[in-house]
């Protein structure tokens, strides 16, 4: 057998190094991603698998639940004064913010009350009594409730204290914990107030602190062994799409035993997606959806009460990157990594431009130390007024991805439009606002979330077939690729797995 010319194994070499490259999507300009996002799989929403809550007890009162509650013998609703750090007081004639008080949930029948400023309402002793206040940072003891419902009108509660009395209203500007005994309901019980349930979150924190550390270890190993299967990255691979974009939560960098409520066994699940992936021939966007200190303050990213204190600290933004470090790690070999998002959807103003760029800097120095050819993907701010915010950073850094959400829903000004203004704003608005973030020397534009969804009522099924089209078309025109939320919902527009099986979208 002849020997190779240096020539010839020279040639080899780079035609072998292009077939890696070009079978990676690396370094091809005509490969762009179409991707599935696995919503509601290893970071709860509960509006996408509502049954998952079913099983709680107590179920309404999850941390995060917003209750407003009106003294049925004074007439008015418990306010915390000047939003937090004062008194109490029952003298407001409507409910919004201060009147509203957010739930942590100690167990299923005792609570602690967060006011507007992040204080706990409390016990103080006083010459009149016991009078409530709200001035802890910290909840303990005193700050512990037990809320009682009417067995015939579970919208009629009472309030019973650690002391073991009820609050109770004795006038518009004193409320204390000092009535003792039954009652009868009556609307003469200054003991009884009316409760309004204002809002309520249904993430990753509410669903297993609902359950607590004895069921939900059960609860969560079952939805993650069976919400997503092997099966469906087959079905997925074979309709046209070639990647799935997976959220994932902090605690999974804790697995297998991540700080409470969370439980672990995550991990596990995403080890297995890329085996699937790898055995389907597709790609994987790691999508860090929820952060430490939750991002936008969403149960999406796993917020507890609707707070936002991701960014705040630089050891909070170390924290993270530790995050991405584990997980780039763990991945980098996997022929199925593709690319890796540094966070979801960081909302402006809580979310500081600067505090954003910092952590995307240290985020994608955490992924190039394991991996030279991962994309890194970095979330424009929501509620920013400047898309292109993030170009001074991305601009300057190899393989980085500017990923945008295009949802045709969540502003008032789509309620009132018809099928084809919604087509039109596609072909239109959402056209302009991609082109203005896929530049020829910039980062690459993906389109991470967008669905064929909208707020008309009794759209054809035809509707809905030009309506995803249409997205189809524009959003293909980013220069990384798109992804659909989300494989699997309840709702059915929501589900790309129903769209396309029911025939409202062909890939």
């Not at 149960?299 to 993270?320: C, K, P």
Request: net charge negative; proline share 4%; hydrophobic share 40%.
């Amino acid at each position: 057998m002849a020997m190779c010319s240096t020539r010839q194994l020279l040639t080899t070499c780079v035609v072998v190094a292009l077939s890696f490259y070009l079978s990676h999507g690396r370094e091809n300009p005509s490969f762009k991603i179409k991707a599935v996002n696995l919503g509601g799989w290893l970071v709860t929403e509960g509006w996408i698998k509502p049954s998952l809550f079913d099983g709680i007890t107590n179920k309404d009162f999850l941390d995060g639940t917003g209750l407003q509650f009106k003294s049925v013998t004074v007439g008015k609703y418990l306010c915390a004064e000047a939003g937090g750090g004062n008194i109490i007081v029952a003298n407001r004639t409507s409910a919004s913010g201060w009147e509203t008080f957010s739930l942590w949930r100690i167990n299923a029948t005792n609570f602690n009350f967060r006011v507007f400023n992040k204080q706990f309402v409390g016990l103080e002793t006083d010459g009149n009594g016991i009078e409530i206040v709200a001035v802890s940072s910290t909840p303990g003891r005193s700050e512990t409730f037990e809320i009682v419902r009417n067995s015939n009108d579970s919208s009629r509660v009472r309030i019973k204290a650690s002391n073991g009395f009820f609050l109770q209203a004795k006038t518009e500007e004193l409320v204390t914990a000092d009535y003792a005994g039954e009652s009868k309901w009556g609307d003469d019980d200054p003991s009884v107030f009316v409760m309004n349930i204002a809002g309520r979150l249904q993430g990753e924190f509410q669903v297993t602190n609902g359950y607590g550390p004895e069921l939900a270890p059960g609860v969560m190993t079952d939805h993650w062994r069976t919400f997503i299967v092997e099966d469906d990255f087959k079905f997925i691979s074979q309709n046209g799409i070639n990647a799935v974009r997976i959220p994932v939560g902090w605690w999974i960098a804790s697995d297998p035993t991540p700080p409470q409520p969370y439980v672990g066994g995550s991990l596990r699940a995403l080890d297995n997606a890329f085996v699937w992936a790898q055995n389907h021939g597709l790609k994987v966007v790691i999508d860090l959806h929820a952060a430490p200190g939750s991002q936008n303050g969403w149960e999406h990213s796993s917020s507890r009460d609707g707070s936002q204190e991701w960014g705040q600290t630089d050891a909070n933004i170390q924290q993270t990157v530790d995050v991405i470090d584990f997980l780039a790690a763990r991945y980098a070999k996997s022929p199925s990594l593709y690319a890796v998002e540094l966070i979801n959807e960081p909302r402006a103003p809580g979310a500081s431009l600067d505090s954003v760029t910092k952590y995307y800097k240290a985020g994608y120095d955490a992924v190039r130390k394991h991996s030279s050819t991962a994309y890194v993907v970095m979330s424009n701010r929501l509620s920013s007024d400047d898309p292109r915010e993030l170009f001074p950073l991305a601009s300057g850094l190899t393989g980085s991805v500017i990923d945008v959400h295009y949802y045709n829903l969540f502003s008032d000004v789509f309620n009132s439009m018809s099928v084809q203004q919604n087509i039109d704003f596609i072909n239109t608005n959402r056209s302009a606002d991609l082109s203005f973030v896929s530049t020829s020397n910039g980062p690459l534009s993906f389109v991470g979330e967008w669905v064929a969804e909208w707020a008309i009522q009794g759209a054809t099924k035809e509707d809905y077939q030009r309506f995803a089209k249409a997205q189809l078309e524009v959003f293909g025109r980013a220069t990384f690729g798109w992804a659909y939320w989300t494989l699997k919902n309840v709702n059915n527009h929501w589900s790309l797995e129903w769209m396309i099986k029911n025939g409202y979208i062909k890939l």
